[in-house]
């Protein structure tokens, strides 16, 4: 049966009107589709220029915050500080003193914040369940309180404030150019991705955020604006923060035959690793304290933080430093055994006592050290392969399963340390195994679980 040229049209329309000799229409490709209920207009197209510049500027602010009081707290000034060896160095007082200050800001700051100001101030709730609008004071207060806690030694990300603020930006820029609500959505989510690739120097791995996490879909009408948004707020970011990776020095591990081998074990109990803790998540962030109990939680939740501090001070900030002594091998199996359970319970006690921060890199950092443990035990089997490679494997691995998004996860590991595209096929092996073995026992992620209540029908 003979079928005549296809039907299908595109929006908008080509400037070349003929079709080529097939007959067929240029949306029979899959992902080149119709703009559906979001037309790229020129109009939309401004207002994704403009917010990727608007997160850029937002991301240095927040990281000038962010460096300053590192600076103040350990001595570990500007962007390229090593955090972690400045906590190393500082006596027990030193160490303590700046986590019961966090404590007390946080809990204080965040109980007067949430009785002072209203509205939504969380990006995947506006995007998945919403309209896409952001309270400005909320997600100001709470994105510059996160920042302070954070600097001061929090077991938390450092990307959650400048994703919620490159989503205001999206969301302040669509009232004024009369965006329709399904474009204001998407332009939120390209200025989250948009926030993330600027502080982390990471362009197309904050695109793939904004189209694998925050949309679902890697489609030509997202991931355009999603790169344009990403690639603008990087190119901003770099009037203040390094052009480089984050992870610097990272070898170019060679692969090795027992690394396959490897994610195929590694992979299943990496899933399963991923599954415990963003259950985790979600548990602690619907038994959070209530009431005046608000004030006091995080003051507990980081003096147990300092205390496990003074034996292993990896455990203070974002994890950066934790992940990149994995990515070169430094630390014994016992260190790692000891990092990789110790980590995700202190991220997990920070957010339950109410602090608000980012899980990111903390879900990274963990796969490093599970990576490094897992590694290390396999050298012992097979040697070889490097621990440093395992620890890059497993980084990507807990991440594309704690996201339910393994090509952001990979991406960013490549972009984060500029290093690892001769391991990419365990890589690849790793992280597939780990995220379909997480889809297929749970399937939630570290901000599916943190989504907030629905209301019970009355």
Not at 9 to 32: D, F, T, V
Not at 38 to 61: C, D, E, Q, S, Y
Request: hydrophobic share 50%; with cysteine.
């Amino acid at each position: 049966m003979a079928h005549g040229p296809s039907e299908r049209r595109r929006e908008p329309k080509p400037l070349l009107r003929n079709r080529i000799a097939s007959g067929r229409g240029a949306m029979e490709q899959p992902n080149a589709t119709g703009d559906g209920d979001v037309p790229l207009t020129v109009r939309f197209w401004i207002a994704v220029v403009l917010t990727g510049i608007g997160a850029g500027f937002v991301g240095v602010a927040l990281m000038f915050v962010l460096f300053s009081v590192q600076g103040l707290a350990f001595g570990a000034w500007g962007p390229t500080a090593d955090v972690e060896a400045a906590v190393a160095a500082a006596g027990p007082l030193h160490r303590v003193l700046p986590l019961l200050a966090a404590g007390i800001i946080a809990g204080v700051g965040w109980y007067v914040l949430r009785r002072t100001t209203s509205g939504p101030a969380e990006v995947d709730d506006a995007i998945w369940r919403g309209d896409g609008k952001l309270s400005v004071a909320r997600s100001t207060g709470t994105s510059v309180l996160s920042e302070i806690v954070v600097g001061l030694g929090a077991s938390l990300g450092r990307e959650a404030a400048p994703k919620l603020m490159g989503g205001v930006c999206g969301s302040v820029l669509a009232g004024p150019l009369g965006l329709t609500p399904a474009q204001r959505r998407l332009l939120v989510a390209c200025g989250a991705g948009a926030g993330v690739a600027a502080v982390y120097n990471v362009p197309l791995a904050g695109a793939l955020f904004t189209a694998e996490v925050l949309c679902g879909t890697v489609r030509l009408p997202v991931i355009l604006p999603a790169l344009a948004s990403s690639a603008t707020a990087t190119f901003v970011g770099w009037v203040y923060l390094p052009t480089g990776p984050i992870y610097p020095g990272i070898p170019s591990y060679p692969f090795h035959v027992s690394e396959i081998v490897w994610a195929l074990i590694a992979g299943p109990i990496i899933g399963l690793a991923a599954v415990g803790f963003v259950r985790f998540v979600a548990w602690v962030s619907h038994h959070r304290p209530r009431g005046r109990w608000e004030l006091v939680a995080p003051l507990g939740a980081f003096a147990v933080l300092a205390a496990l501090g003074l034996l292993w001070p990896q455990l203070y900030g974002n994890g950066q430093g934790m992940a990149r002594d994995a990515f070169l091998g430094v630390g014994g199996i016992g260190l790692f055994a000891i990092l990789m359970i110790l980590k995700p319970l202190v991220t997990t006690l920070c957010l339950g006592s109410g602090a608000a921060g980012g899980l990111l890199t903390p879900t990274l950092s963990t796969g490093a050290v599970l990576g490094g443990f897992l590694g290390s035990a396999w050298a012992l089997l097979w040697p070889g392969a490097a621990v440093g490679a395992f620890a890059m494997m497993g980084a990507a691995a807990m991440l594309g399963a704690g996201m339910q998004a393994p090509l952001a996860a990979l991406t960013l590991v490549l972009e984060l340390t500029h290093s690892g595209f001769e391991i990419m096929v365990p890589a690849v092996v790793a992280t597939l195994i780990a995220t379909a073995v997480a889809r297929w026992v749970d399937g939630y992620s570290i901000y599916s679980a943190r989504l907030s209540e629905v209301p019970s029908p009355r």
